[in-house]
């Protein structure tokens, strides 16, 4: 059944596609898929791209703004936590969310990787007075989005937390977005070319999008 209602929303991706083509002159409507213009993809490969551009550059401090463990508490985590903890070298992770159950949940499922910590804070304050220096940061929080604003308000959000957290990123570091995969403005729109002008560099864009800075070859 699962099989049949996916190809359904295919074939009906596909029409859309079409008609968006030939009849709409490429015009996107700003509510049409919910913003979505391309088929959506996990973030899998992103997040173990990452993970080995991490270890390659000898990464030890990730922090995480927007946590959470896939479960009967949240649908919507990816479980990018249990990622760092399992496939990075971090000494240092730090997951932050402001929903005590996530922390929880966070706590729980990752309590036998010493290094992973789930704070409970908003993750714009938490990047403001930390002291640690990142290597690796993670945005994936929600933002509130005023009525017909149609993603400025996440636009925004995104970029005050860079504005809190630019300073304390390393000189060779990495900034990794979720869901890019939209019609601006979105979450990755104003930190790009903000981050740009402190040296960071796009590696990839879609699903997920990777900034690094620093690195030599960041290809991977
Ligand atoms: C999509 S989920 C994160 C998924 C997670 N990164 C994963 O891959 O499993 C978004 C999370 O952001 C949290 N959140 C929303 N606003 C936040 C903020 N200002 N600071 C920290 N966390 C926030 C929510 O409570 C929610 O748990």
Redesign the pocket.
């Known amino acids: 059944m699962n099989i049949i209602i996916q190809k359904l929303k295919r074939i009906y991706w596909y029409i859309n596609l079409i008609n968006r083509t030939i009849f709409n002159h490429g015009l996107i409507k700003v509510t049409a898929n919910k913003g979505q213009w391309e088929k959506r993809y996990p973030?899998l490969k992103s997040l173990n791209k990452t993970a080995k551009l991490f270890n390659k550059i000898n990464g030890k401090v990730i922090v995480?703004?927007?946590?959470?463990?896939?479960g009967n508490y949240?649908q919507?985590?990816?479980?990018?936590?249990l990622k760092w903890a399992k496939k990075t070298n971090a000494k240092v992770i730090k997951c932050?969310?402001?929903?005590p159950k996530?922390v929880e949940a966070v706590a729980e499922a990752t309590k036998e990787f010493d290094a992973l910590e789930a704070v409970l804070?908003?993750?714009?304050d938490f990047l403001s007075k930390t002291e640690l220096k990142i290597d690796l940061l993670?945005l994936?929080?929600?933002?509130d989005e005023p009525d017909d604003s149609f993603g400025s308000g996440r636009a925004e959000k995104y970029l005050e937390a860079y504005m809190n957290g630019k300073d304390k990123m390393s000189p060779k570091s990495l900034i990794l977005i979720?869901d890019t995969d939209h019609a601006p403005p979105w979450k990755d729109t104003y930190i790009v070319p903000e981050a740009r002008k402190d040296g960071f560099k796009v590696i990839y864009i879609g699903r997920q999008t990777l900034l690094a800075r620093g690195i030599e070859n960041p290809n991977i």
């Open positions: 973030p995480e703004i927007g946590s959470g463990i896939h949240s919507y985590s990816g479980d990018s936590c932050v969310d402001l929903d996530m804070d908003d993750g714009l993670l994936d929080f929600w933002a979720d």
